[in-house]
């Protein structure tokens, strides 16, 4: 419940929790690439890793969804909006 959007739909709302999922997900696959291969911390990657992952999972998901990945980067609460 913490991560409901009250004010958009059930749709606009599975694909704004698999944002937070992707983002959670990709920080701790970069902690243990850190941990267990001697990786280093490259918070860019991390930002990218996630909004890639976020957005193909939920075009995956959802059919209806006809923004371009960059259209989702640079503007992803009007996507949302459109979803």
């Known amino acids: 419940m913490n991560f409901y959007l009250i004010w958009f739909n059930k749709k ?7 944002m937070w999922l992707a983002i959670v997900w990709e920080i701790w696959r970069h902690r243990n690439n850190i941990v ?5 911390v490259d918070d860019s990657e991390i ?12 075009k995956f998901r ?10 989702g980067c640079l503007c992803p609460m009007q996507c949302l909006e459109n979803t």
Do not use: E, P
């Open 62 to 71: 959802s059919k209806t969804i006809n923004y371009s990945f960059s259209d």
């Open 47 to 58: 930002f990218f890793r996630a909004q890639l992952k976020a957005w193909a999972w939920a």
């Open 36 to 40: 267990f291969n001697g990786g280093v």
């Open 12 to 18: 606009v709302n599975t694909v704004w929790k698999g």
